[in-house]
Every structure is written in C-alpha cells, then in structure tokens.
C-alpha cells in the first residue's frame, strides 16, 4: 500500500486501500496498524488534520478494527 508522509509528531505516513476500505498508519517508532471498513472521508480528513494524532484518537481509535501489521 502506497503510504503519504504526515506532519506529526507521533505519526510518519497514512495509506488508504479504497476497494477493501483499509487505512493503514505508520507511527515514527515503527509500528504499523491497519484500521477496517474505514470510510474514505475519514482518511482524507485524517491527511489534513491540523493534529493526525489527535484526529486518530478521536475518530479512529477504538472506532474500528484493527491489526499491528
């Protein structure tokens, strides 16, 4: 999955798959979590999020399955 960069200060990139609705998040320490059945908005809105971290916390996590890649 293609990845873009992020300006955060916990996470390094984002990448979207749309036919499964997958969006994947890369942390700078290196881990890497697939979040499931995603909408497309909220990984655009997680891209031009004034704070991604935060974005993540709030709309994201605990909101959607997921899986440590």
């Not at 969006?23 to 999020?49: H, M, W």
Request: charged share 25%.
């Amino acid at each position: 999955m293609r990845r873009d960069p992020l300006s955060s200060s916990n996470l390094s990139g984002v990448g979207y798959d749309s036919p499964t609705q997958t969006l994947e998040v890369c942390f700078k320490s290196g881990r890497t979590y697939q979040y499931f059945d995603v909408p497309e908005r909220i990984y655009r809105n997680l891209k031009s999020a004034g704070s991604p971290g935060g974005y993540l916390n709030r709309e994201i996590k605990g909101k959607y399955r997921y899986a440590r890649v």
